[in-house]
């Protein structure tokens, strides 16, 4: 039992800090019950940023007739807006930015990853979707920007200079 707790409490510490989607559509795209879903995300550490991530779901009769049961495809595209006023927390400044999503592709390893970026010379979040493999890494990813230039942004901890 203490194994078991230990391992829930793992899980827990490992989720945390990553945002939640929030399915918001859903568009059959064929006959078989392949979909395009679209989410919606809220950065975790930026309040007043909403983030709709749209990718494709392959259906159970798809994956049975190619054979790659375990797997969805890597595509995928993202769309970032102000959607209230901006309050930036304890936002990770280095140049890889912070990992504020991510969802399983695959049963194990194949991952959709959304990260925050800063980029403080040209007052602006990126925000970057992309999928993470242990090996064979995949070149699709999409980007898209959040301005503050101009905005009234309110940081937890100070603007950084």
């Known amino acids: 039992m203490r194994k078991l707790i230990g391992l829930f409490a793992a899980c827990l510490a490992l989720s945390a800090g990553a945002a939640m989607a929030d399915e918001v559509g859903k568009v059959g795209v064929d006959w078989v019950g392949n979909d395009i879903?679209?989410?919606?995300?809220?950065?975790?550490?930026?309040?007043?940023?909403?983030?709709?991530?749209?990718?494709?779901?392959?259906?159970?009769?798809?994956?049975?007739?190619?054979?790659?049961?375990?797997?969805?495809?890597?595509?995928?595209?993202?769309?970032?807006?102000?959607?209230?006023?901006?309050?930036?927390?304890?936002?990770?400044?280095?140049?890889?930015?912070?990992?504020?999503?991510?969802?399983?592709?695959?049963?194990?390893?194949?991952?959709?990853?959304?990260?925050?970026?800063?980029?403080?010379?040209?007052?602006?979040?990126?925000?970057?979707?992309?999928?993470?493999q242990v090996q064979n890494g995949s070149a699709k990813m999409s980007v898209t920007t959040v301005p503050l230039y101009g905005q009234n942004v309110v940081w937890a901890k100070g603007k950084p200079q």
């Open 37 to 132: 879903m679209v989410d919606a995300i809220k950065d975790p550490k930026v309040d007043g940023v909403t983030c709709h991530v749209a990718y494709f779901d392959r259906s159970i009769i798809d994956r049975l007739h190619k054979g790659n049961w375990f797997e969805d495809p890597s595509d995928s595209s993202i769309s970032c807006r102000q959607t209230g006023p901006i309050t930036i927390g304890d936002i990770d400044m280095g140049e890889g930015g912070e990992e504020v999503f991510k969802q399983g592709l695959s049963l194990i390893w194949k991952k959709q990853v959304v990260n925050r970026i800063y980029d403080k010379k040209n007052e602006t979040l990126i925000y970057l979707s992309h999928s993470r």
